[in-house]
C-alpha cells in the first residue's frame, strides 16, 4: 500500500534529530491532511487533551506513548475514506485508518510493532463507545469528543448525555465539566 500524498509547499521542512517521536508524526500526519487546515487543528487538539489526561490519569510511559501515537493518527482514515467512497463517517474512518496508519509508522523505529499494533487497533475503533479494554482506548474516545463536541456545535444536552454514558477518566469529567461550566 502506497500512502495517499498530497504535494505539500512543506514537504522539505527540515526534522533534525532533536525531534521527539510526537512532533516528527504531528509533522507527518500535517504533510498526509495538507490543505485540510481543520483536520490538522482537530487532530492537534485532540492529541494535547489526551496526552493531558494520560499525563493526570497517570498512565505508564508504554500506554502513554501509544495514547500518544493513536491520538495524533486518529483521523488518518478519513481522506482515504473520502477518496474511496465520497464519504467519511466513522464507521468507514474506522475501516480505512488502521492500514495508513500501519503503512505510515513503518518509517519510525521507535514505534515497535506492538505498539504498532494496539494504535492501529486504536484507530480502528476510535467510533466504537462498547467494549473499551483500556485506558488508551478510553482516553481516545473522550478527548476526541472534548474536540467534537465544540467543532460540532453540540447541544448542553447531547453533552451530558454522552458525558453520563461514556466519560470514565476524572481529568476527561473534570475537563468536560469546565469547558461547558457543568
Known sequence: MRLLRTVCPAEALFLGE??????KLI??????????PKRI???TKVYEYAHTIGVLEKLDETTQK?????????DIGIRPSEEKYGRCDGKLQEQEGPAYAH??????????PEEAERVCFL???????TGVDGLDWQILLEADFLVNAYEDGLSKESI???REKVFRTKT???????MYGI
Open 18 to 23: 532533536t525531534v521527539m517521536l510526537n512532533e
Open 27 to 36: 509533522i507527518e500526519m500535517a504533510k498526509f491532511n495538507c490543505g485540510a
Open 41 to 43: 487543528q482537530h487532530f
Open 66 to 74: 501509544i495514547l500518544d501515537i493513536a491520538s495524533i493518527m486518529h
Open 103 to 112: 503503512e505510515m509508522m513503518k518509517s519510525f523505529p521507535e514505534i515497535s
Open 123 to 129: 484507530i480502528g475503533h476510535h467510533h466504537t463507545y
Open 160 to 162: 451530558m448525555t454522552f
Open 172 to 178: 476527561g469529567i473534570s475537563l468536560l465539566d469546565i
